[in-house]
């Protein structure tokens, strides 16, 4: 599926939406129609909604639109939660604008100022920044810091993440969905290998002489057509890593600082890289596979280790052999001792500024970002949501209970996103490719990156 999102982030950013329709948009027609609570998918019994619910003094009713995108999570949870917080508001009329083509359908309306009022940003022609930028989504910084969900809860004390502030001090979106780029293995052929999984870099160095000895696959594979895999799953936790677990410095990227790409942090996670090269443990024939020929290849036991994303049990459904066990980790450049690093890709969602019934929107909110609701996702969207809870007893994947276990664990530190422009995007992805056939040094590969910066930067002063 190629992260099931919006205008990826993570230094894939834009590039990653052109991935998004091949890989899972494909299973939903566009509908726009009204909710009717007996449509609800399998409806669970809902909580009594909490006194915070609502806004204070106002009544839930009139016309209320919800706009959410159909791809490789499916519209089963939304059409679920959206039947039961009709069946709590009764004199609300939700419509559903939704599809696998809702964003370039819905984008003339947000264009002349005509939007839903409540929005899913996710999948190929959405992008929560440019929204922010042409100011499209309502500044809900205020009512976000206090605000409880239905069950009473504070809702940023429930988020895996927090909110992403593209605008400084500022907060216009909420991420629901969390997934996180990371390490992954086949705990069945561990287990007939007596091999463990690595808890960090000297381990995963250490394994991988092993996994040369043995003779009978590669270490390490990766999709060099696509190289945001190896920076999202490799790369960009391990700087988080080297810089102590102080996760500011993806600000500073995101901010175009000039010089963090030579900063510490960055050289020594560009050194590791260059360490697996040169010691032969990263596959030879990585910088020409895709991201399913690669998946492909290390589910038939050719590599033991692939960096990818957590939608892979469900992406390579069909091809998963008899047997095969999905195991994860989160990061593999810590040093000895340290962390894990989560690696997040979320997807958000928001209010328009010019909701014509914020009230309602804001109300929906506070419904959907709950326990209970993040048990609901993780079931009938196969995938983590971005409200902690414990999926042990619910029917999520095993890989979802998996990853939520790092996620929610104390040894885990949770990084914000990276959202570069798409220019630079390009420029990091040639780099790791070129630093990963030996063809430039770390320092190149830094150069390059500042170059780049450094254009993008002229560009925006004028």
Request: net charge neutral; glycine share 8%.
């Amino acid at each position: 599926m190629m992260k099931p999102k919006k205008a990826m982030t993570w230094g894939m950013v834009l590039s990653t939406v052109l991935l998004i329709t091949a890989c899972g948009s494909n299973n939903a027609n566009t509908t726009t129609a009204s909710v009717k609570p007996a449509e609800s998918v399998n409806p669970v019994e809902s909580a009594k909604p909490a006194d915070s619910a609502k806004p204070v003094g106002t009544k839930l009713a009139g016309d209320f639109e919800i706009q959410y995108f159909v791809g490789g999570y499916g519209d089963a949870w939304w059409k679920q939660a959206i039947a039961d917080f009709q069946k709590q508001n009764p004199d609300l009329k939700i419509k559903e604008s939704a599809g696998a083509k809702i964003n370039d359908q819905m984008k003339p309306r947000w264009l002349q100022g005509n939007p839903p009022d409540f929005v899913y940003i996710d999948g190929a022609g959405s992008n929560t920044r440019q929204m922010v930028t042409d100011d499209q989504l309502m500044d809900i910084t205020d009512w976000l810091k206090d605000a409880k969900n239905v069950d009473g809860k504070k809702i940023l004390d429930l988020l895996i993440a927090q909110p992403e502030e593209y605008k400084p001090g500022k907060a216009f979106a909420v991420p629901l969905v969390f997934g996180s780029w990371g390490t992954f293995y086949d705990k069945a052929l561990f287990k007939s290998k007596g091999w463990q999984a690595p808890a960090d870099f000297e381990s995963f160095m250490a394994l991988g002489e092993k996994i040369k000895a043995d003779g009978q696959m590669s270490d390490y594979i990766h999709t060099g057509v696509y190289p945001y895999y190896i920076n999202g799953g490799l790369l960009d936790p391990t700087i988080i890593a080297m810089n102590n677990y102080d996760t500011s410095i993806f600000k500073k990227i995101n901010g175009l600082e000039k010089g963090v790409w030579k900063s510490e942090p960055v050289m020594k996670s560009l050194a590791k890289i260059v360490e697996m090269r040169d010691k032969g443990l990263i596959d030879k024939g990585s910088p020409a596979l895709n991201h399913t020929d690669s998946q492909s290849q290390w589910l038939q036991h050719k590599a033991a280790f692939i960096p990818t994303g957590i939608w892979v049990e469900s992406e390579m459904a069909k091809d998963i052999p008899a047997g095969f066990e999905f195991g994860f980790l989160p990061s593999i450049g810590q040093d000895k001792g340290g962390k894990f690093v989560a690696n997040p890709y979320t997807s958000t969602v928001a209010i328009a500024k010019k909701a014509k019934n914020p009230d309602a929107a804001k109300a929906f909110m506070q419904f959907i970002f709950t326990e209970k609701q993040s048990k609901a996702w993780a079931e009938l969207s196969k995938a983590p949501s971005n409200i902690k809870a414990d999926l042990e007893g619910t029917n999520a994947p095993a890989l979802t209970k998996e990853a939520a276990k790092f996620y929610n664990s104390p040894n885990t530190v949770v990084a914000p996103e990276i959202v570069i422009p798409e220019e630079l995007v390009t420029a990091r992805n040639n780099a790791t490719i070129a630093l990963t056939k030996g063809e430039i040094t770390p320092q190149q590969w830094a150069d390059r990156m500042e170059e780049a910066t450094d254009k993008i930067r002229s560009k925006e002063k004028k």
